[in-house]
């Protein structure tokens, strides 16, 4: 199983960004998804998760600001992400727990992180 993000960039404070993030492999079921973020010395800290059944939780620091979301059929989650502030500057990884058999056990997957810088 793979999970590759995709959507960081340099973006100016007030500004928008949608952050994807494509599960692929050998995959039966996908559970709870979360983004994540980390900055430089500081802990890695969730900044929003999703259950399988679409209920949305969001760290403090970003409620009304992102949203989170997932599409079941492309195995896929997003993080849109608005009014953006130089304190979310870090780097965001996804991360997900899969079940690759219907008999298996459920595993906890990450992604390889995309960079998000909030400048002006």
């Known amino acids: 199983v793979q999970l590759v993000e995709s959507g960081g960039g340099l973006v100016q404070p007030g500004g928008s960004l949608r952050l994807s993030c494509a599960a692929s492999g050998r995959i039966n079921h996908i559970g709870d998804m979360k983004w994540y973020r980390q900055a430089p010395g500081i802990q890695r800290e969730v900044v929003a998760s999703i259950t399988s059944a679409d209920s949305p939780t969001y760290a403090d620091s970003v409620k009304g600001r992102f949203a989170i979301s997932r599409d079941n059929a492309k195995n896929t989650l997003y993080l849109q992400m608005d009014n953006l502030q130089p304190e979310d500057t870090a780097v965001y990884y996804c991360?997900?727990?899969?079940?690759?058999?219907?008999?298996?056990?459920?595993?906890?997957?990450w992604g390889q992180g995309t960079q998000v810088t909030v400048s002006s």
């Open positions: 991360n997900a727990a899969i079940q690759q058999r219907s008999w298996g056990a459920w595993q906890n997957f």
